[in-house]
């Protein structure tokens, strides 16, 4: 969840006075303050007279005083996948003379229409015009590397590889190993999505192999196993891919929902291409009811479920899954798959 709460963060350039109790929350603990600065890297907070630097990839939430209650409750819409209903809490809702208020409103509001065009109930197009707005007037944002992932995804989503390359290479530039693997990550599975599984796998396995200890570090290493995985069950190798995206099940933290819908993903993927479809069937089932809150997650296990069932002689669930995959996620790549 680390990517999703840093969205959390009331960042950016400080053009205003300084704010009172300001909250920054990290995996140590949580610190107060007041912000008195902050880049795409870290957050200046103010206490006790002086100033402690706190870097981007330590931060699990910042909350901030000044900005309204239907912005914090946005926010955590927007943690639980509620990305249609944070962009409705927050109609209306101004900033006042605040910046840092005025940028958190436009940034989670951004960021949602991305998520909601990922998941195809969203309108591309207008997901990263809002987006690229943002890093044009907020240039120095803490959400800068939020929004180069989520406009990768979207060049992604919509067949502009070259352009997800661009986006993804500002997660290059991150001074922190966990954040520049993520950037090799997210390569590796553009690569799959132009069916170079050979290019994918050289990059899942050089995350795997880094020598990086950082907070982070492993979770993105198991995210590449997931990656290589079913790389493996496309080339032909679904018994490998199985060993791997297993043992990050076995060992990975149970409150890691994109990573454990991405494993049982992977997992059944590989069950399928050893024509083994109720062991798949029972891999995307514990994506569809456990680790259902990331839309593209979701509509990529709904859409293998709706064809499984189908094969295991169940049209109704299949009817079911088909038609849970069109309403929740129209325009998905996933929906558009027959």
Not at 229 to 252: M, R
Request: charged share 20%.
């Amino acid at each position: 969840m680390r990517q999703i709460l840093l969205q959390a963060v009331t960042m950016a350039l400080v053009a205003g006075g300084p704010l009172l109790a300001d909250s920054v929350r990290t995996d140590s603990g949580a610190q107060t303050g007041t912000i008195v600065g902050a880049t795409k890297d870290a957050v200046q907070l103010s206490k006790g007279g002086s100033n402690v630097e706190i870097p981007t990839n330590e931060i699990v939430e910042i909350a901030l005083d000044a900005e309204p209650f239907d912005v914090k409750t946005a926010r955590r819409m927007v943690q639980n996948g509620q990305f249609a209903d944070a962009i409705d809490k927050l109609q209306g809702v101004e900033g006042g003379n605040n910046e840092l208020v005025k940028q958190e409103i436009d940034f989670l509001r951004a960021y949602s229409m991305g998520k909601l065009a990922l998941a195809g109930s969203g309108d591309r197009q207008k997901a990263a015009q809002a987006l690229l707005g943002f890093a044009t007037s907020s240039s120095n944002s803490f959400h800068f590397y939020d929004v180069a992932r989520m406009l990768g995804d979207l060049a992604v989503s919509g067949g502009d590889y070259a352009s997800a390359a661009k986006y993804y290479g500002g997660l290059k530039s991150a001074p922190w190993p966990d954040y520049r693997m993520s950037a090799q990550v997210l390569a590796g599975r553009a690569l799959l999505a132009q069916d170079k599984t050979a290019e994918a796998i050289a990059n899942f396995d050089e995350v795997m192999a880094a020598n990086a200890t950082v907070s982070g570090a492993a979770r993105q290493k198991s995210f590449a196993a997931v990656g290589k995985a079913k790389a493996l069950a496309a080339s032909g190798k679904p018994a490998e891919g199985i060993t791997l995206a297993q043992k990050v099940v076995d060992n990975a933290d149970p409150d890691d929902k994109e990573l454990f819908g991405r494993a049982y993903n992977a997992l059944g993927l590989c069950h399928l291409k050893q024509s083994n479809p109720k062991e798949a069937l029972l891999a995307y089932l514990h994506t569809d009811i456990l680790f259902y809150t990331d839309p593209e997650i979701h509509a990529e296990a709904l859409y293998y479920l709706s064809n499984i069932w189908k094969d295991l002689n169940d049209p109704d669930q299949a009817t079911d899954a088909r038609n849970l995959l069109n309403d929740r996620y129209p325009g998905s790549i996933w929906a558009n798959r027959q």
